[in-house]
């Protein structure tokens, strides 16, 4: 008589017990994609830095000096509240003034490219740099423009060496002044470099400071050493922090539902994971998104072919480095031209461009051109399914729990 009841306690028992370990289940299943992808412990990523060196870079990447009109440092554009970009779609460079949207107003210098944030630059494993892979290490050894007789085997130092010598971005592009550096000719880069060493010898004490903390003489110091320290310093600071995400894989900390929800998306059926693996969410290699493009592009006339610039390959057409996703959060605007300017949108533009390209704005060129991007973009993508409203929202919930912060603040470097 009392064994129906007892049979439908039973049963909503299990019911309950299922309902437990399936939500368990969720999270194993999360933890071991996490694994499977690549993800670490943070400090194994990280390569030791020499504090005194860290504090002299740091003062170097807060310097106007290593910038040709003595405006412009890596700190007018690499800003803590704009999570080490600049918030703006493309980056404004010497004569510019402010910070972020209202740095447009005034008459800087124009960049072709969205300014990418610093998060995990330097760490071990982190080889390919910029946008289009200008500068990356390989097995054979390190590629870059300096050809086979690079500054240094450290892909971060290297890139470290560009935007002093890069014209628009701390070397005044008006007036023909600095014209020959167009010719990116490396001995007129480097002499150029020189006249900037030169200058902090005699007007900062930073020359004697590094000499100090690197054991260098100071008159023997280089143009590289002081790179070496400004990458010192990136590497130190914005090195890889535990995240709410590492500490759920690796501490057993805690996600929200929806946490969860968006990271088996993100590594299921958005197969998000494909491109955005390993240590940093990026497989340092290059894939083509159909996001729009702004302002006049890398190769002028609204374009910006990417990859291609570098190897010349048809392939490599559109293709730009997937974008690594710690603290991806704070670096508003997205895409290599800062086009989209939420991470809803950018993540939409992945896997169903035509629903939110505004394509009606275009000109005929435009279309032709999108047109092609969107064929490219099409032959890469791992589409698998269709992602509704929910799972977008969640995704961005996801990528939130993969913010840290830098371990020191950086000084804003106004002209
Ligand atoms: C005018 C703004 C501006 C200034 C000044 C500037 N940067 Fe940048 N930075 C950018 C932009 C834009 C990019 C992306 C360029 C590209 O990929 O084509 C970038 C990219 C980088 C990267 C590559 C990051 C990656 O993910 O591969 C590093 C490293 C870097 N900058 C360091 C520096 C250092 C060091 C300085 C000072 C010596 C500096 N930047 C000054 C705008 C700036
Ligand atoms: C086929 C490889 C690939 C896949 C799959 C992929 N991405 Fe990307 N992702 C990229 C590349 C490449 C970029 C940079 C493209 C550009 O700027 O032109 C990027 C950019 C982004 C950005 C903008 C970052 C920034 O700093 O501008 C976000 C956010 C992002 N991806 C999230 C996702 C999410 C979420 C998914 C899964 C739905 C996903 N991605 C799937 C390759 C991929």
Redesign the pocket.
């Known amino acids: 008589m009392r064994l129906v009841p007892l049979c439908l306690a039973a049963i909503l028992c299990a019911l309950l017990v299922n309902e437990a370990t399936a939500e368990t289940l969720r999270e194993r299943m999360l933890r071991s994609y996490a694994l499977q992808s690549g993800l670490v412990p943070p400090e194994e990523t990280w390569v030791p830095q020499d504090p005194n060196v860290v504090a002299v870079g740091q003062r170097l990447f807060e310097s106007k000096l290593l910038s040709s009109e003595r405006d412009t440092a890596c700190a007018s554009c690499h800003l803590d509240r704009f999570g080490s970009a600049d918030g703006l779609p493309t980056a404004i460079g010497v004569e510019g003034q402010s910070f972020g949207r209202t740095r447009v107003e005034f008459d800087g210098d124009k960049l072709p490219r969205?300014a990418l944030p610093l998060w995990g630059r330097g760490g071990k494993g982190f080889d390919t740099m910029f946008?289009d892979g200008r500068v990356t290490r390989t097995k054979e050894g390190l590629i870059s423009q300096f050809g086979s007789t690079p500054p240094s085997d450290d892909p971060l130092v290297v890139a470290a060496h560009l935007p002093p010598l890069e014209l628009g971005e701390m070397v005044m592009d008006r007036d023909g002044r600095y014209q020959a550096y167009e010719a990116e000719d490396v001995a007129t880069a480097m002499s150029f470099a020189g006249t900037i060493v030169d200058r902090l010898r005699k007007e900062s004490p930073l020359i004697e400071q590094l000499s100090t903390a690197t054991d260098i003489p100071a008159p023997e110091i280089t143009f590289t050493d002081v790179m070496r320290a400004v990458a010192s310093f990136i590497a130190f600071n914005y090195r890889l922090q535990e995240t709410r995400f590492h500490a759920f894989v690796f501490g057993g900390g805690a996600l929200s539902e929806q946490e969860v929800r968006g990271g088996l998306v993100?590594y299921g059926k958005?197969?998000?994971v494909?491109?955005?693996n390993g240590p940093y969410f990026s497989d340092q290699a290059?894939?083509v998104?159909a996001?729009p493009q702004f302002g006049y592009g890398f190769n002028g006339f609204g374009t910006d072919y990417g990859r291609y610039n570098m190897t010349q390959d048809p392939g490599d057409l559109f293709r730009?480095?997937?974008?690594p996703?710690f603290n991806?959060t704070r670096?508003a605007p997205?895409?290599?031209s800062g086009s989209v300017s939420s991470?809803s949108e950018?993540?939409r533009y992945?896997?169903d461009p035509l629903a939110v390209e505004p394509s009606k704005n275009f000109t005929a060129e435009d279309r032709q051109l999108y047109a092609r991007r969107i064929g490219a973009w099409a032959a890469?993508?791992?589409l698998t399914a269709t992602?509704d409203n929910a799972d977008i929202d969640d995704?961005t919930a996801f990528?939130a729990a993969l913010e840290y912060e830098s371990e020191r603040p950086v000084v804003e470097i106004q002209p």
């Open positions: 969205n946008w993100f958005g197969q998000c494909s491109c955005h290059f894939h998104i996001f730009f480095r997937t974008a996703l991806v670096t997205y895409s290599h991470l950018a993540i992945h896997v890469d993508y791992p992602l995704l990528l």
